[in-house]
């Protein structure tokens, strides 16, 4: 039977949640933005140590939210021969794309064209390959990082719900990734076809990223978009985007191009740059 937690996710309107708590985080009123910022800081223990500027110097909650981090302070492994993480973060699943499909968690799975709103021939392309999903908890640092050097090929906004993704959530909503709102970015890289996919969730006030700037949240169409060859290229750890509250991202990759770490479990911290498998 599903906790109280589900049932109230089921029941809250979450587009309008959502936007009033967007309104609150882009505040840049002294008194309300400082009293967010401190308060979430030391509920959840974010470690201002790494940030590049100090908690008073924040313009909005969300300027907070989305900090960058001094320089350093995620040194990447070699892309040449590595997968990097994208983000801070949780392993929520890793492994094969068996069948179409993706693990999510306790024999709940989502299939990659549903994740990548209907895009049959990018899934087609991923099928049989490897999938990672990366849960941001929110004292993470934001940022969205190239897992590997690429170019981008698409984007495709798809409209969706905005359930919470950390793992309770997980384990009791089906196809949670595939019915949650996001953004699916596909790029060509020397290992082929790969798409990092960033998934929303509640009281998230919207997603970033450096080509587009903030992307229109809770739009009610889905809306894809082709970039021209040479348009937007990236080296492997580049910031793609930013997540403005609760997130997670969702690595896919053609079959025969990676072996994921055999260290790596569900669970697991990852830092962004770290070597999350090997190219093969």
């Known amino acids: 039977m599903a906790s109280p937690f589900i049932w109230l996710q089921h029941a809250l309107p ?7 708590a967007g309104k609150f985080a882009d505040s840049e009123r002294p008194w309300l933005k400082d009293r967010l910022i401190r308060r979430f800081a030391a509920a959840y223990d974010v470690d201002m ?32 021969t590595h997968v990097l993480s994208p983000a ?14 993706i693990f999510q968690a306790k024999g709940r799975h989502f299939t990659a064209a549903q ?46 719900e905005l ?21 699916a970015c596909l790029f060509d890289g020397p290992h082929g076809m790969f798409a990092n996919v960033m998934v929303g ?7 970033e990223t450096v080509w ?11 809306k894809a978009q082709d970039f021209a060859e040479g348009q937007h290229r990236f080296a492997a750890g580049d910031e793609m985007g930013r997540f403005f509250l609760g997130s997670t991202a969702v690595l896919l990759f053609e079959p025969g191009r990676v072996e994921w770490l055999g260290n790596l ?6 830092r962004m740059g770290q070597a999350l498998g090997r190219w093969l």
């Open 14 to 20: 979450h587009h309008a949640v959502s936007r009033l």
């Open 49 to 80: 140590s790494e940030a590049a500027r100090p908690i008073e110097a924040y313009a909005s909650f969300n300027d907070f939210f989305t900090r960058e981090l001094k320089p350093g302070a995620r040194p990447l492994a070699d892309a040449a």
């Open 88 to 101: 801070d973060g949780t392993i929520s699943q890793i492994g094969r794309i068996e069948d179409g499909r």
């Open 115 to 160: 994740l990548l709103g209907g895009d049959e021939a990018a899934a087609a392309r991923v099928a049989g390959g490897s999938f990672a999903t990366i849960y941001l908890s929110p004292k993470d640092y934001h940022r969205v990082h190239m897992p590997a050097g690429g170019e981008l090929r698409s984007t495709r906004y798809v409209p969706g």
């Open 163 to 183: 359930f919470s993704v950390n793992q309770v959530t997980a384990e009791n909503v089906d196809g949670l990734f595939a019915r949650n709102e996001r953004l």
């Open 201 to 207: 969730a509640m009281i998230v006030a919207g997603v």
């Open 212 to 222: 587009q700037g903030r992307v229109e949240a809770h739009a009610p169409t889905l």
């Open 265 to 270: 479990q569900a669970g697991d911290p990852v």
